[in-house]
């Protein structure tokens, strides 16, 4: 009998281990997968009158080639602020952000305004909550547009607009302009124009907070759909938990400082 016993409490120890370098394995394999983007010390502070507000703190972290980051945190934390550093529309007070192209890590801190809006326009794609669609152009013309400010050529750029226009299921409403459609078919509208350039990176700053739940669930799976089917990398900036579980990492910004969900929620339960 104490044969027995210890043989199955090996085998319960075994399987335990085993299952614990599987966790392992899965976060060690995320880690190698190229970097897209480093935080070096990042902080941005602002000043009203005689009165500093630090937003972000101190902010180190790398993340990685095809990863779905879901950025958690309540609204005047700080997401939309670290989306605009990361995109380069605004510089921070201290540190960096290095982006790792194809050819070479960029320091956005080392581009001018003006490199930085042509970084950003070559490397990056968009989603905003609000859409951003210009009104006095199509549908089409809306997608094809970034397109021609990177230099393709009409024809390529109309064909590449039609067929994402095609597959985000507005493949018929190319003429028709943005004050025409719903607020989901807008979103799938500037989904489209975010992936038509192959940006290296997609930064979603609350995507489905303008929707309604189950508009913005499907417009979630569509975004999902095609980055990771281009093998893009996603950081979404939410403030709704239930996002969360599509992501491959969760992050909490939390008094100007990232933390992970695991430590977060152990925090938290603390706190409690």
């Not at 990685?64 to 007070?93: H, M, Q």
């Amino acid at each position: 009998m104490r044969a027995i016993v210890q043989t199955t409490k090996l085998q319960a120890e075994g399987a335990l281990a085993k299952g614990a370098n599987s966790v392992n394995n899965e976060a060690n394999g995320a880690r190698m997968r190229p970097p897209i983007i480093r935080l070096e010390g990042l902080t941005k502070i602002y000043t009203e009158g005689e009165v500093s507000r630090t937003v972000l703190d101190e902010l180190n972290r790398e993340f990685y080639e095809g990863e779905f980051v879901c950025l958690l945190g309540k609204s005047g934390s700080g997401k939309s602020t670290l989306l605009n550093l990361i995109s380069g529309i605004d510089a921070p007070t201290r540190g960096d952000v290095v982006v790792y192209t194809d050819t070479r890590p960029v320091r956005l801190t080392a581009l001018g305004e003006q490199e930085r809006t042509l970084f950003r326009r070559r490397h990056i794609g968009i989603v905003f909550q609000f859409f951003n669609l210009i009104p006095t152009l199509t549908v089409h013309e809306n997608v094809t547009l970034p397109l021609e400010l990177n230099g393709w050529a009409q024809h390529r750029a109309q064909m590449r607009a039609h067929a994402l226009l095609e597959r985000v299921g507005l493949g018929d409403r190319l003429k028709t302009f943005p004050d025409k459609l719903s607020g989901g078919e807008q979103q799938r509208v500037a989904i489209a124009r975010a992936l038509a350039h192959d940006p290296l990176l997609i930064l979603a700053d609350e995507p489905t907070g303008n929707l309604d739940e189950d508009t913005g669930e499907k417009v979630l799976s569509l975004l999902l759909e095609l980055t990771r089917d281009a093998g893009k990398t996603l950081f979404m900036a939410t403030h709704a938990p239930e996002v969360a579980r599509r992501a491959d990492r969760v992050l909490h910004l939390d008094h100007g400082k990232l933390v992970s969900d695991q430590v977060w929620r152990r925090l938290h339960e603390e706190e409690a």
